[in-house]
């Protein structure tokens, strides 16, 4: 980004609340260096909402200190867990900004990311701002997602990239929104993975204009704990989360055909993923397995024709459509490979 209007533009204003909805649940060994880089904002005009989602360690006790000690700082508390779903609901109920983002208690952000978004959004006049994330694993290696090119985009084609896996995410955690662009819309609470997709994809659904910005300034920490590396999980919750995937599917379907393609690549994605679950959590349930196997058999040949989905994707579904154990059996190789090295 350059120039001298559109660095004055967020500075020459009164300055636009952002709510930042920040749900916590025993996370605090990470909680700290959150908090630090919320505090260190360029950004002024902010709101932090932690909503402690029934936390049964330390986590409730630091997060009553950083409200005591920093009025931009409000917490909402659950008497017991609800999931992140009801945590960010609530954040909605209470967020009084023009622009909401949502940031997961166990990361961080780079200290102007706030700033940044901001400039991108009022400077495109957009709906949406996005940005870059690195990934951080376990302390050590780091990947990072994003070009480096800012652009702008239409809401469809954001929509094919996301469920294409191309430079959009289906994250929250890397955009900025219009807070009226939100209304009417909530989080689908008892579900644990891909409550966020959902969210996202109803908004690109109101047709905003997506102004990305390509440096990286959000950080996700993957570790143990994290809800995206537990496995497999309770099983109720499994069949609620093939729920979720499906219906949304079904929901781009009825929206826009020509987005129908992308639609079922993410979700035959998905399906295949829990598989790799399985081998993650070290657990194998065939009942489930045959499940996940019969689905990838009715959108087979459809998932085989889509030009963009890779080679490897394909062979995996084809595997998964001849016997159940066969993805999970060669998944299982490869991955105990990877943690030998």
């Known amino acids: 980004m350059g120039g001298q209007d559109e660095n004055n533009l967020v500075s020459n204003a009164i300055l636009p609340l952002v709510s930042v909805i920040v749900p916590v649940y025993n996370v605090a060994e990470y909680l700290p260096d959150l908090l630090d880089s919320l505090r260190k904002q360029t950004f002024s005009n902010i709101e932090i909402l ?68 901001v400039r991108l959004i009022q400077y495109k006049n957009a709906g949406v701002a996005t940005c870059g994330i690195y990934f951080n694993y376990n302390g050590s290696s780091r990947k990072k997602r994003g070009s480096g090119n800012q652009y702008t985009a239409s809401a469809r084609f954001v929509i094919d990239e996301i ?30 993975i891909g409550e966020d997709y959902r969210f996202v994809i109803r908004v690109l659904m109101r047709d905003p ?88 058999r009715r959108h087979l040949r459809e998932y085989l024709g889509l030009k963009r989905v890779p080679l490897y994707l394909k062979a995996c579904a084809f595997l998964m459509s001849i016997h159940e154990d066969f993805l999970r059996c060669s998944y299982r190789a490869v991955w105990k490979l990877n943690r030998v090295s």
């Not at 294409?164 to 939100?182: M, Q």
């Open 209 to 296: 204009l997506v102004v990305h910005g390509g440096e990286c300034k959000y950080h996700y920490l993957q570790h143990a704990e994290s809800v995206t590396h537990r496995g497999l999980g309770n099983l109720k919750m499994v069949y609620r989360n093939r729920k979720n995937y499906h219906s949304t599917y079904e929901m781009l379907q009825q929206y826009d055909s020509a987005l129908a393609s992308g639609a079922l690549a993410y979700y035959i994605l998905q399906e295949m993923a829990v598989i790799t679950s399985m081998v993650k959590a070290e657990e194998y349930n065939r009942l489930l397995a045959k499940s996940v196997q019969k689905e990838v």
């Open 163 to 192: 469920n294409y896996g191309g430079e959009f995410t289906p994250y929250l955690v890397d955009k900025l929104f219009e807070r009226k662009l939100l209304q009417g819309i909530r989080f689908q609470e008892g579900v644990s």
């Open 50 to 117: 932690l909503i402690n989602d029934g936390s049964i360690d330390s986590s409730r006790e630091l997060c009553v200190a950083a409200a005591l000690n920093d009025p931009r700082i409000k917490l909402i508390e659950f008497d017991k867990n609800l999931g992140v779903s009801a945590a960010r609901n609530a954040g909605l109920d209470h967020a009084n900004g023009t622009y909401l983002s949502f940031v997961d208690s166990d990361d961080k952000i780079e200290p102007d990311m706030v700033e940044y978004l």
